[in-house]
């Protein structure tokens, strides 16, 4: 049995800060509000992430509930304040009168996907009159649309253990959650260590050592949990990246250990720089932690050279609550052979 631990992570706007729950509803889609807005390029509507503008970790989206709205609340966009930049507010869940005058894009690229979506306009007017995606624009540097999903579904790509794949999503990478263990962060760290250290087979080029050594990991591990930006973080592996091989889990009421909800585990999560940007900082590092992990992981057939952390996963009831506390049965394990490198 295992469990989750202090936190749950939303990123309601791709990219953009996340923001650690106690408790939230998990839908087919994914957790409710999770990446359900983008920023993508005025010109060409392609995805602008933290792998093109790093300082995009910094942009704060905050949700406010408010049960007597149509929109059922707001989410709040706040900037750092040395940008000087004034925050503003659009709907949370737009309604269908909210978004009837506003633009419908469709053709959003996101990797090979092809998406509708709305270009968000603010609930009220800002003090400089700038409109949301002026505002975002002035922050990133560049021409770019704050956009929310639009009305059409998002189908997830079958895999080789689930070749039968039925789920849609929002604006993830490639399925509605990706989930990780302490275990494989507490792995990650001590290589981390070991490359500071340049002990034989995990030296790195460009590793700060001031930043990596022992004193800078001591700060604990949750920063480094936040740079892979999984949903759910679980505890209690019996090893590091066991969740490799998990194929679906339950969860279960801490108390009463009731069934609360089924995931599906369809692939490993393929990582690119992105995790190399510090959260606080909003900062690319050179070496950490893609160079460090790049020296183990690579061992996904689909891309050779992308190294693992996390497994991408598929909520399989229509809706749960998830909180910390919460515990985890694996229910089936597969072996993932036919998706494994074969080592030369």
């Known amino acids: 049995m295992l469990d989750v631990p ?19 509803l998990c839908t087919r889609a994914g957790l409710k509000h999770d990446r359900e807005f983008m920023i993508i390029d005025a010109k060409t ?17 905050s949700i406010h509930y408010d049960p007597k709205s149509y929109s059922g609340g707001v989410l709040r966009v706040s900037f750092p304040e040395e940008s000087n930049l004034e925050e503003f507010e659009v709907p949370l869940q737009p309604s269908a009168d909210e978004v009837k005058d506003w633009v419908l894009i469709d ?16 609930l009220r007017p800002t ?3 700038l409109s949301p995606s002026e505002i975002i ?23 080789v253990s689930a070749p039968d794949l039925d789920a849609t999503f929002m604006f993830q990478d490639g399925y509605p959650l990706m989930v990780l263990s302490t275990e494989s962060i507490q792995d990650v760290s001590e290589r981390i260590s070991q490359a500071a250290r340049s002990e034989d087979g995990w030296a790195v080029a460009g590793i700060n050592l001031d930043k990596w050594g022992c004193n800078g990991l001591s700060q604990g591990e949750w920063k480094l949990v936040e740079r892979f930006r999984p949903n759910i973080v679980f505890s209690g592996a019996k090893k590091a990246f066991d969740e490799d091989v998990w194929e679906e889990i339950a969860i279960h009421d801490s108390e009463s250990d009731a069934l609360k909800g089924r995931i599906l585990l369809v692939c ?40 693992c952390v996390g497994v991408n996963a598929v909520p399989l009831l229509d809706s749960f609550v998830i909180s910390v506390g919460d515990k985890v049965t694996i229910t089936r394990r597969i072996s993932r052979e036919n998706e494994t490198l074969v080592p030369k």
């Open 6 to 24: 202090a936190r749950s992570q939303l990123v309601t706007s791709t990219s953009c800060h996340g923001t650690s729950v106690e408790t939230a």
């Open 45 to 61: 509507h392609k995805a602008i992430t933290a792998r093109d503008v790093a300082k995009m970790v910094l942009i704060h989206p």
């Open 107 to 122: 053709d959003v690229k996101l990797w090979s996907f092809t998406i509708d979506a709305y270009v968000c306009e603010a």
């Open 127 to 129: 003090e400089s009159g």
């Open 137 to 159: 624009s002035t922050y990133i540097g560049r021409p770019a649309l704050l956009i929310v999903k639009g009305p059409s579904p998002r189908n997830a790509l079958p895999t």
């Open 268 to 307: 490993r999560c393929t990582r690119c720089l992105l995790p190399n940007v510090d959260p606080s900082s909003g900062i690319a590092d050179k070496a950490v932690p893609f160079k460090v992990i790049a020296k183990y992981r690579r061992i996904d057939a689909r891309d050779k050279y992308a190294p």
